[in-house]
């Protein structure tokens, strides 16, 4: 792998994980003990960790309906993944994606949402799958991260229009890197 490539790659993993960031928006509370700090976030990582494994195994047992269109499933679902970020970022930026939790359960199912992405690229793992099977690892890593680094954010119109820009800019490069993907030989 040159150095383009897994340059290219960890922008790939962080896009893909970027919506935990958005879902995870001041999700503590003031009197949140300090382990939920830590497990809100790794409740995240967790489901996309979960998600990537179950895309994958999916899509292996599927690999061989799209042995020939592989690369065109791939350039595919990368475009799509990109465009549900992109109505993502523009719903957020209208206050449609706020969520208020009562319960653990709520986390769970919010950490799910944000998993929803991540389950659909990596069907196509069979064909595409940067860093091997580490790319399972990286996406866990990533969507802790970010959930880590989002969690504690209070809910203020600037951090949604923030929140927003992010989610904005990771479709942006999904279609860049879909568009490498299909036309160049860089990945």
Not at 89 to 105: A, E, I, N
Not at 166 to 184: G, K
Request: net charge positive.
């Amino acid at each position: 792998m040159t150095t383009t490539a897994i340059i290219i790659s960890i922008l790939f993993v962080l896009c893909l994980a970027s919506p935990a960031a958005t879902r995870s928006v001041g999700l503590l509370r003031a009197d949140d003990k300090p382990a939920q700090k830590f497990l809100i976030p790794l409740t995240f990582g967790i489901t996309q960790g979960v998600a990537v494994i179950i895309g994958y195994n999916l899509g292996r047992l599927i690999a061989h309906l799209f042995f020939y269109i592989a690369e065109y499933l791939v350039f595919a679902m990368m475009l799509v993944v990109a465009v549900k970020m992109f109505v993502d970022s523009m719903r957020m930026l209208k206050g449609k994606m706020l969520y208020t939790v009562s319960s653990d359960w709520d986390i769970l199912g919010l950490s799910v949402l944000a998993a929803m992405n991540t389950l659909l690229m990596s069907l196509t793992g069979f064909c595409f799958m940067p860093f091997g099977l580490w790319f399972m690892l990286a996406v866990v890593v990533a969507g802790f991260l970010w959930s880590f680094f989002i969690v504690r954010t209070s809910f203020t119109p600037e951090m949604i229009k923030r929140l927003s820009f992010i989610e904005f800019s990771a479709a942006v490069f999904m279609a860049v890197i879909a568009i490498l993907y299909m036309f160049t030989e860089v990945i």
